[in-house]
């Protein structure tokens, strides 16, 4: 999990935050070795909600299967949550972890 402690406060704001944290977990696996990247790339569409999803299924570098789920949530903070696991299975079990994060009142 990554906090950036700012808020994202207008459209374009959320959508350049969408689109950064989308090319960096990209980039990332495709940079580590990671192949046969397929998965959905989040809407851009306005209005972005509160909280934005992606995923990825891939071959991690010694060609077995990894699944990777990604949530950004906006709040007070930004916040990118990531998870990658060797199943669907295990991924929906984080994923379902993932979904239960609340930003705590101050």
Do not use: W
């Given at each position: 999990?990554?906090?950036?402690?700012?808020?994202?406060?207008t459209e374009g704001k959320r959508i350049a935050t969408i689109k950064a944290h989308y090319n960096v977990l990209y980039q990332g696996l495709t940079g580590g070795g990671f192949t046969e990247l397929k998965g959905?790339?989040?809407?851009?569409?306005?209005?972005?909600?509160?909280?934005?999803?992606?995923?990825?299924?891939?071959?991690?570098?010694?060609?077995?299967?990894?699944?990777?789920?990604?949530?950004?949530?906006?709040?007070?903070?930004?916040?990118?949550?990531?998870?990658?696991?060797?199943?669907?299975?295990?991924?929906?079990?984080?994923?379902?972890?993932?979904?239960?994060?609340?930003?705590?009142?101050?």
């Open positions: 999990m990554t906090v950036e402690e700012r808020t994202a406060d959905t790339r989040p809407s851009l569409e306005s209005p972005i909600p509160n909280r934005v999803s992606l995923s990825f299924s891939c071959r991690k570098p010694d060609g077995s299967p990894a699944f990777v789920y990604g949530l950004t949530v906006f709040g007070k903070n930004v916040y990118s949550l990531q998870v990658m696991a060797g199943t669907m299975e295990q991924t929906n079990e984080f994923i379902d972890i993932a979904k239960s994060f609340r930003e705590l009142p101050h």
